[in-house]
């Protein structure tokens, strides 16, 4: 028995922003009336992107513009996308060199930093084993013992060599293939954020399917209220709620992409030490912090080392905090999240 599901929702749910009924409209035909926030969706990377800005300044030739930045980033970083500066580096592994732009060579050094940083937990070369499974498309299902075995050996970060004078990037090995997926995203929100930052825009809510950016606070200057997802219910359904100005939340979880056979939950999270979805105690982490495209990265390394060393790892970084949710249904947050997170649903506990 095979049952596929993909989930593209919200993961961190935006709670009472402004109490607005007034959503906008799509792009090229935002209302001249005075009703916040004004919003736009894009598709990119897989994924619906909603902005919401609280400014009436904001006309459809920004959205425009914003649509621009995602579709250049989209055609250098998405690794399925034919052409892409991805693909081409891909396509050349084992072959020669592939220069890049500025902007991938940038996503890819940082991309490999963290992999350094967490023990190969976070690993951008994680492409074959991202292929073999197949999740997130209509052909997910799971390999053989000898494809998982064939894959992992394509895995390491480790061989990736970059040239920082010509700015190319080179795998070693025929077959490897980088893959910015946990990574990309955050970078995009970061980028749109700086864009609504130049534009003079300081109040705006930056969702890329779960990846949440809180630009400033609320026209009335208080704070932005967001749900954490309860990892357990349907989406919107929340088990808390953070409080926060000027800052991104990223969250990664068993529940966002996955697909099921034979009775077994198979989630995209890849470990690149076995090659099966990461099993350990926990059902999501949350990341808190100022960057987005570094929330990405550390939530994804954050859930594969786990509850203790992941907590480790967040606590070791001076800017982020961090809320992780066990499957029995404990929550634990770092030390800075103390008192800016309230738990609402009494069916899970917070420990210290």
Same mark, same amino acid.
């Given at each position: 028995?095979?049952?596929y ?8 749910i ?19 009336e005075s ?10 990377f897989?994924?619906i992107?909603?902005?919401?800005v609280?400014d ?21 970083m ?8 991805l ?5 050349n ?6 220069p ?15 992999? %350094? ?14 292929e @073999?499974?197949?999740?997130g498309?209509e ?8 494809q998982?075995a ?22 070693p ?6 893959d910015?997926g946990?990574i990309a ?13 130049e ?14 950016l ?5 026209p009335?200057?208080?704070?932005w ?10 989406r ?6 953070l ?8 969250t990664?979880?068993?529940y966002?992409?996955f697909f099921?056979?034979q009775?077994?939950?198979y ?14 105690? @926990? ?13 990405? %990265? ?8 786990g ?7 967040i606590e070791? @970084?001076?800017?982020a905090?961090a ?7 404990e ?5 800075g999240?103390?008192q800016?997170?309230? @738990? ?9």
């Amino acid at each position: 028995m095979f049952r596929y599901r993909r989930c593209l929702g919200i993961i961190v749910i935006i709670l009472a922003l402004l109490g607005s009924t007034g959503c906008g409209a799509q792009a090229g035909s935002i209302e001249s009336e005075s009703r916040l926030p004004i919003s736009d969706h894009y598709f990119i990377f897989d994924t619906i992107v909603n902005l919401r800005v609280y400014d009436e300044r904001i006309t459809p030739e920004h959205f425009a513009e914003m649509k621009e930045l995602l579709d250049g980033i989209d055609g250098k970083m998405n690794r399925l996308r034919e052409g892409s500066e991805l693909d081409r580096v891909n396509q050349n592994a084992g072959r020669s060199p592939t220069p890049v732009s500025d902007e991938t060579y940038r996503i890819v050094s940082t991309a490999l930093q963290y992999a %350094a940083a967490s023990g190969g937990h976070f690993d951008p070369t994680v492409g074959p084993l991202v292929e @073999l499974w197949g999740i997130g498309s209509e052909s997910a299902a799971v390999p053989d013992q000898q494809q998982l075995a064939d894959a992992l050996q394509l895995i390491d970060y480790t061989s990736v060599s970059l040239d920082e004078s010509s700015h190319s990037i080179s795998l070693p090995q025929a077959g490897m293939s980088l893959d910015l997926g946990a990574i990309a995203k955050g970078y995009a929100a970061d980028v749109l954020a700086a864009y609504l930052k130049e534009q003079g825009f300081e109040s705006a809510i930056i969702d890329l399917g779960g990846n949440i950016l809180a630009l400033g606070a609320k026209p009335d200057g208080s704070s932005w209220s967001i749900g954490v997802q309860d990892p357990e219910q349907a989406r919107g359904q929340h088990l808390g709620v953070l409080k926060v100005k000027d800052k991104t939340i990223v969250t990664s979880g068993v529940y966002e992409r996955f697909f099921e056979e034979q009775g077994k939950v198979y989630h995209h999270i890849l470990s690149p030490f076995d090659g099966y979805p990461v099993d350990n105690d @926990l059902q999501s982490v949350t990341i808190v912090t100022e960057g987005s495209m570094d929330a990405d %990265a550390m939530s994804t390394a954050a859930f594969s080392l786990g509850m203790q060393e992941g907590r480790k790892f967040i606590e070791r @970084l001076e800017t982020a905090e961090a809320i992780f949710v066990t499957k029995n249904r404990e929550i634990y947050v770092t030390s800075g999240l103390k008192q800016g997170f309230q @738990l609402t649903n009494d069916t899970y506990r917070l420990m210290n």
